[in-house]
């Protein structure tokens, strides 16, 4: 589905001159922030390289930041390396609360980083004070737009464009025409009831689920030998008996 | 937020009038007058012909566009009495497939 074809969809809902075209695109925007709010999907997420500098702890992610990134969402994971290495070493990210890890490191304390934590748009890293330039990878998730062409499309609009229609529909019932009752039929078919748990929402969630497998999901033996080749990198762990 | 709506299919070419009698009560003449297009990003854009003046109608033959996409065309004039400038906005569709009172 293009842009252009899911403005017709939504207009098509409020007769075509119903919905003036600036109101159309904010709700096919507060649509999509409908969509992302459910969880963090495939088309959201993106890497940034950065270096940490030398005894400095705090990092800014935003635009024009330390990581320089647009609408910053939600951190995946966290790398780091000397310079001159070729091989990424995992840093634990928000795993651990802010008060533990000041409470697990003096402030004096200095090294490569081992945790990170995310207060706000500011990346902390632990121990406080790097004793390198090291190399950090940040990969993440950040909210997304809308294209802005109406020719134009995305993975959610070519492959999932009807939850963005009902997005934008659901919008529209509420803040144009003050029709909570119709609002939430649309509410059912983007996200089911409870909201979240059915309708396009449900079959994103089941993709995202399905893309993540092959590289979140690590299947541990709990007992035996397996059990000594289990990582100690944080994941989701289904432990086998 | 545009003043009319027009859809056309690509092909089309479809000349529009607005009449600036309402926004302009005590003129008689346009002393200058420009008709613009952009398209959704904003982008200028050529869907108009060539514009011509009577009285106080302005008028531009709306053509060409790509399927699917939508374009804002802005028309000015200015009245010879008042030097008052006024503007109407139209936004063109222009869709092949999808037709019928708007």
Redo the contacts between chains.
Sequence with gaps: M?L??A??VVREHFG??GL???ILTLGLTEGRKLIEREGNFWWMKGTYDASAVINQQDYSIQSGGDFDIDNFKDARALLWKKASDVNWQPVEVGIVDHDELDQMYDEDDQGNPEFALIDNTTLKLYPPLPDLEYDLRLYFYQWTDNP????DTDDLLKNYGMALCYGAIIWGFEMQLKDLQGASYWRNLLGGTPFGHGGEIAKLKRENFKRDWKDRVMLTPHLGAGRLTRRSITNLNIYCR | ??DD?V?KRPNEIQTYDYDFTPKLPLDAALSASTVAAV???GNSAAVLGTKSVSGLILSVPLQGG?D???YTVTMQATGTTSADVREWVV?LRV?RN?QGV?
């Design positions: 293009l252009g074809e403005k017709d075509r001159l003036n075209t600036t802005t062409a109406n020719t | 937020m545009a709506v859809v398209d959704e990003e790509t699917q996409k939508d936004e869709r999808l708007v």
